[in-house]
């Protein structure tokens, strides 16, 4: 990989922000100076260098991110926030959101450049289990509770997969685990059963769960959660 690209992506600066540390050689690679920002490393063998302290290179960054619903699951938005602008000190740049929150949706985002992750938790055909709790505008019956685990008509070519229901502490309080990931589809939902969703939080996704995690923070999986991500990319979670 060329060098600039693997100090940009070891979280050093910016393409054009490493490249001037390349030119002031500021860069080592086996303890020779480089300035040619083309210079070819081999991310197994070689050692890299910034200012003497040597560079831990990680292909993937994996987040946990507490998103607020003030902010849309995009990288740039002309008129909205986007989930990006918390992230300080992170070089967003070849970052994406695993699957989208609505704007006004809080809760549980993975944030990573791991396309095949990403994948893995969002194909169809995996079948991950998300849990959102919700609060509706009106009181949820029992009729519905068993109509949302049955399934309902969201007005797509089948009813929504069997789903989970498990009342909060107020009548009007669901906590509903689904398999799918339709657009709106916890919303649909509720208004299939003739309600509506007045605040939404997703708490877990897969194996993955917000925990404590304030809002609009974010923080690097951890050593159990990076063997969960394991578990997904070799099929066996
Ligand atoms: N379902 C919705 O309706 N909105 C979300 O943001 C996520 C699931």
Request: aromatic share 8%; hydrophobic share 30%; glycine share 8%.
């Amino acid at each position: 990989m060329r060098l600039d690209k693997y100090l940009s992506q070891a979280g050093i600066g910016t393409r054009s922000e490493v490249k001037k540390l390349i030119k002031h050689n500021r860069i080592k690679v086996n303890g020779t100076v480089i300035t040619d920002c083309g210079y070819l490393v081999l991310e197994s063998a070689d050692t890299v260098l910034f200012d003497d302290k040597k560079i831990s290179y990680e292909k993937y960054s994996y987040y946990i991110f507490h998103k607020p619903g003030d902010c849309v699951c995009a990288n740039e938005d002309r008129d909205n926030k986007t989930v990006f602008e918390y992230f300080k000190d992170v070089n967003t740049r070849d970052l994406f959101t695993v699957g989208r929150l609505d704007k006004d949706t809080e809760g549980l985002l993975i944030i990573t450049n791991d396309g095949d992750l990403s994948h893995r938790l969002l194909s169809p055909k995996k079948h991950v289990d998300k849990t959102y709790f919700l609060k509706c505008q009106d009181d949820i019956s029992q009729e519905d509770i068993i109509s949302l685990e049955n399934g309902v008509d969201i007005g797509d070519d089948k009813v929504t997969l069997p789903a989970g229901v498990l009342r909060g502490d107020k009548s009007n309080e669901i906590y509903l685990i689904i398999k799918e990931g339709r657009y709106h589809q916890v919303k649909r939902m509720l208004k299939a059963v003739g309600n509506e969703v007045i605040y939404l939080k997703r708490i877990t996704m897969g194996k993955f769960e917000l925990g404590d995690l304030p809002l609009g923070e974010y923080r690097l999986m951890n050593e159990r959660e990076l063997e969960y991500v394991a578990g997904y990319k070799s099929g066996n979670i």
